[in-house]
Each structure stands twice: as C-alpha cells, then as structure tokens.
C-alpha cells in the first residue's frame, strides 16, 4: 500500500477493523506499510495504533524504518473475552498464538535485550563485549583488559568455542560467549550469567557491518557522554559528517531542533526532533553502550569498553542496511573492503576531533578539580 491514497488505506483499514469487531473472534496478520497511522519502525506507536481500534498486538517488527511493518494481533470481541475467562487452558485465539510468536519489545534502537525488572543500578552481573570475534584467531590467545584486570581470550583450535581467563591460573574462567559478532564477558556471579541480556540484533543478515576499534587514552565515562552529546555533531564536527545537513541541522534552525526523552525496555535515552521528522536517536544502555538509530535504517553500536585508569577501547559497529544499490555494489569483488577502508578512516577523523575536546574535559575536571 505505499502507493494507494492515504483516504483508500484508511477506508481499507476500518473495514478490516469493523469485521473484526463484528466477528466471534479475529487475527489480524499484517505485513505491509501503515503509513500515514504508524510512521515509525517502533512498537510501541504501533501497540497505540492497534489499541484505539480495539486490538491486541502480540507480535512486532519492522524493517526500511518502518516502511514495512509485521504484525500479528487479535481483536478483542465479547467472544475472545469468553474464550479467555473459559476453564479451557488456550480454548480463545489469544491464548493460542500468544506462545507462538514473541511479544512486542519497545525498543528505539536495533537491538534489544531482557533486562531484570527493578535490577539495581550496578557494574557487575553484566554483560560486556571485549572484542570482536573476527580478531580472534584459532588458539592464539588474545590479551585484553576489562577495568584494569587482565583478560586473555582462546578460541579453541578447532574453531568455536572460545575461553577466557583472568590473572589467575588456578582460578575459574569468565563465563564468555560469542554473540552476532563481538565477544561478550559477564562480569559477576558465573551462575547468574543470563544470555537473554545479550544485546540481539532482529535482523544482522539485512545489514552490513563495519567494524572499528578505537583506543583513548581518557576515562570511559567522557566517551560515554560525548556519544550521548547530540547537539555537539553541529558545533564539533561540521564538513567532517557531510550528511549533517540532511538530519535536520543547519545554523536557520539549530534553535528548533528538540530532545525529547524516552525509556523504552532496553534502556533510556533522547530523540532529536525537528518541526517535521525525527533527526536521530540516542539511547544509553548502561553502563557502557550507547547506540545511535534514526529513521533511515542506518545505526551505530559503541561498546565503550575501561580498560584501565585513563584507558580505554571502544568496539564501534555501524550498519549499513541493505537496500537493492548497496547490494548490488556489494556483489562487485572489492566494494566491501573499499568501504570498511573509507568508513574507518571517517571514524578516525570523528575520533580525533572528540578526543581533542575530550582531553579539555579531563583536564578541567581531573586535574583542576573542576565540577563536570
């Protein structure tokens, strides 16, 4: 329906929710744009569009930033209310294809993970990703550090598994998997490790991904706010970030573009909004991640690992949706290391140009004592 008038598609949408009203009970199974109802690739606008019609959204993704969205749901009729109040365990059309399909997540950015209700705010019984998986090579042990304590990754030489030890021998190893491409260490109890807190991309195949590694020599926690910055891609990094102009941002409105705060069920963080669209979103998933989305399918993942006092690595991945052009240039032998050549060497640019301003703030702060 990206075609069809939007006076055709709201016509077709009541008929279709009027029939289910009427109906002993209904499922609806779409996979098609909602546009102009459902604008954004979000769940939750959609659990709002499917809730003023009388309907239960069960399941949701989208993909194209939302130009497609994919949606089961039932309608909630006087017969489904019956069903459900029945003895009968799964008798009404929501109790059967609840266990089918997975719930709906509320999440502004690509990935998404369970997160223990009411958990305090802590930095252990975490997950942290401490490398990307294609740096580690079969049985060559791979050093690295995780708030000043040595770690040293094995994959097994056979391929697969891989291992991780701390400064002690003799001691237990980290319980650490592999998951869509980085290397993730829990920090904590090894019997509390929870894989389902993995952070999980819905579709990795639909993308492309590059892979940085940036090394600071200042504290995590300026590399963690400098992400979380918006604004300051304007001020710091015009000419450097050609596209600005296309988020919205330009000196004629600079003053309008507003934050606007959300805590969806991952993590929290802001939405850049102009007059008329939705410029960038930003959300912290604490305590070392913040990913940056918006609504052109493109989005970047900063694993800001603190290797140590003054140290610290961040594991930047940015995708790339694959649209009919990229994939096409993708089939091209050598369109694919030109690219990650190109975007590493972009990122290094932005790298040197936040590490400039953040050793200011370091410096300010750490050594002067002044308040952040």
């Not at 194209?64 to 059309?93: D, N």
């Not at 266990?99 to 009411?118: F, G, H, K, Q």
């Not at 992400?227 to 450097?240: E, F, Q």
């Not at 900063?302 to 140590?308: D, Q, R, S």
């Amino acid at each position: 329906m990206f075609y069809v008038n939007p006076a055709a598609i709201a016509a077709l949408y009541d008929d279709l929710f009027t029939y289910g009203k009427q109906a002993g009970e209904a499922q609806y199974s779409f996979t098609d744009s909602m546009r102009p109802f459902v604008q954004g690739p979000f769940s939750d606008e959609a659990m709002r569009f499917f809730g003023r019609e009388g309907v239960d959204l069960l399941c949701h993704t989208a993909r194209w930033s939302g130009a497609v969205q994919f949606a089961h749901a039932v309608a909630r009729t006087p017969a489904a209310a019956l069903a459900r109040g029945s003895r009968a365990a799964g008798c009404s059309l929501r109790e059967h294809v609840s266990p089918l399909v997975e719930a709906p997540v509320t999440s502004y950015a690509p990935e998404r993970a369970w997160r223990p209700p009411d958990a305090p705010a802590s930095f252990n019984n975490s997950w942290y990703a401490v490398a990307f998986s294609s740096e580690l090579q079969d049985a060559a042990p791979y050093a690295t550090r995780l708030f000043g304590e040595p770690l040293a990754l094995t994959r097994h030489p056979a391929g697969g598994a891989v291992r991780c030890a701390g400064p002690d021998s003799l001691a237990a190893g980290y319980v650490v998997v592999e998951h869509q491409g980085l290397v993730w260490v829990w920090r904590g109890d090894p019997a509390s490790a929870d894989h389902r807190m993995l952070p999980t991309h819905p579709a990795p195949e639909a993308t492309h991904a590059v892979e940085t590694i940036l090394d600071y020599g200042c504290d995590w926690k300026y590399i963690v706010e400098n992400n979380l910055d918006t604004p300051h891609l304007y001020w710091l990094h015009d000419g450097s970030i050609p596209p600005i102009e296309s988020l919205g941002c330009n000196r004629a409105n600079i003053g309008s573009i507003g934050l606007r705060f959300f805590a969806d069920d991952v993590g929290v963080g802001h939405i850049g909004k102009t007059s008329k669209k939705v410029t960038k979103v930003v959300r912290y998933d604490a305590p070392n991640v913040v990913r940056h989305g918006g609504v052109s399918g493109f989005s970047e993942e900063f694993n800001i690992v603190p290797l140590g006092p003054h140290r610290t690595r961040v594991l930047l991945r940015q995708r790339f949706p694959k649209g009919p052009i990229l994939s096409t240039l993708l089939r091209v032998p050598g369109t694919a290391p030109v690219l990650q050549y190109l975007v590493r060497n972009w990122n290094y640019q932005i790298g040197l140009e936040d590490y400039c301003v953040m050793q200011g703030q370091a410096h300010n702060i750490d050594d002067f004592g002044a308040l952040p």
